[in-house]
Nanobody, 125 residues
Framework: QVQLVESGGGLVQTGGSLRLSCAASGRSFSRDVMGWFRQAPGKEREFVTA????????RNGDSVKGRFTISRDNAKNTVYLQMNSLKPEDTAVYYCAASSFRSYPSSHPNEYDYWGQGTQVTVSS
């Protein structure tokens, strides 16, 4: 069992930056592929980015390429999402997720078996 707790969300102006954190507990964090997803009101959950167990490979969704960066610190059981050049369309609840059975940074929500409760990010225009 894995517990995931996101933090770092908030209100930011267009063009600003935020860094989200996701602290994991309950099992060996370094064994899991980690991902970030987001969901805006009335929309489906959208893949943002993911990272392999070692942190050596990442994958980004098209809408965030060049702006968002995922990283992880296995010693601290934490994964981060650095968000730069934020736009109003980035407004959403951001979820951290862990996959215990995939070895690649999947973009499919159904390939992640543990989820955090989400943190709200609001970008004002």
């Amino acid at each position: 069992q894995v517990q995931l707790v996101e933090s770092g969300g908030g209100l930011v102006q267009t063009g600003g930056s935020l860094r989200l954190s996701c602290a994991a507990s309950g099992r060996s964090f370094s064994r899991d592929v980690m991902g970030w997803f987001r969901q805006a009101p009335g929309k489906e959950r959208e893949f943002v980015t993911a990272i392999t167990r070692s942190g050596g490979t990442t994958r980004n969704g098209d809408s965030v390429k060049g702006r968002f960066t995922i990283s992880r610190d296995n010693a601290k059981n934490t994964v981060y999402l650095q968000m730069n050049s934020l736009k109003p369309e980035d407004t959403a609840v951001y979820y951290c997720a862990a996959s215990s059975f995939r070895s690649y940074p999947s973009s499919h929500p159904n390939e992640y078996d543990y989820w955090g409760q989400g943190t709200q990010v609001t970008v004002s225009s």
